[in-house]
């Protein structure tokens, strides 16, 4: 191969390595506040967390389908108990830098009435998404979502699709009570979810 050739070559695959960086970095992140329109009463906080008052609360979409583990999955029945969603991608480095606090949390949790559901999104196939689980010691199921089919049951404005991790609170009547749109450290995943398990 010519030097010429060799430079093109190389030119080539620089851009398109470039590209697919700069979509990745779009597409993982905070990526603002909002998944546009609609008046979904989020207030917006100081820590990065959205929350609804209780009297201004809307249903929560039911989320069904196949998790990683090829298994059916339904959040039909978590009414009673408050569940915890988080949207996530193998692929995201936020979403690696949460994962142990998810778990963490969970673990601490899940004897209180509480359920976690992930969204596994834009990853191709679940032998990343599994390895993700493994790496990080997830045991809570994840709905296998690669073309984000589950988050567009949200009401327009709930989630922003391009802010990856996100993640939601529904109270124990199955309403939206809070959000985050930014990658969640424990100690701030533990003061979303500590008002709405207060809730009577």
Do not use: H
């Not at 990853?123 to 296998?144: M, R």
Request: proline fraction near 5%; aromatic fraction near 6%; hydrophobic fraction near 35%.
């Amino acid at each position: 191969m010519s030097a010429a050739r060799r430079a093109s070559s190389r030119t080539a695959l620089l851009a398109t390595a470039t590209a697919v960086a700069a979509l990745t970095l779009s597409a993982c992140g905070s990526g603002g506040t909002s998944g546009g329109g609609g008046d979904t009463g989020f207030v917006p906080g100081d820590n990065g967390i959205d929350t609804v008052a209780q009297d201004k609360r809307a249903a929560a979409p039911v989320l069904s389908g196949k998790t990683i583990d090829g298994k059916q999955l339904s959040t039909a029945g978590t009414k009673g108990k408050v569940l915890v969603i988080n949207v996530w991608g193998s692929w995201c480095p936020p979403c690696r830098a949460e994962a142990k606090n998810f778990q963490t949390v969970y673990d601490d949790v899940k004897g209180q009435g509480v359920e976690f559901v992930g969204i596994n999104t834009r990853d191709t196939n679940t032998t990343v998404a599994k390895a993700f689980e493994k790496e990080f010691g997830i045991t809570y199921p994840s709905l296998y979502d690669p073309t984000g089919k589950q988050m567009l049951r949200f009401e327009k404005g709930t989630l922003n699709p391009q802010a990856i991790p996100s993640t939601l609170v529904i109270d124990r009547k199955g309403r939206l009570a809070a959000r985050a749109l930014t990658p969640l450290s424990e100690e701030t995943l533990r003061s979303m979810l500590k008002p709405v398990l207060a809730e009577k």
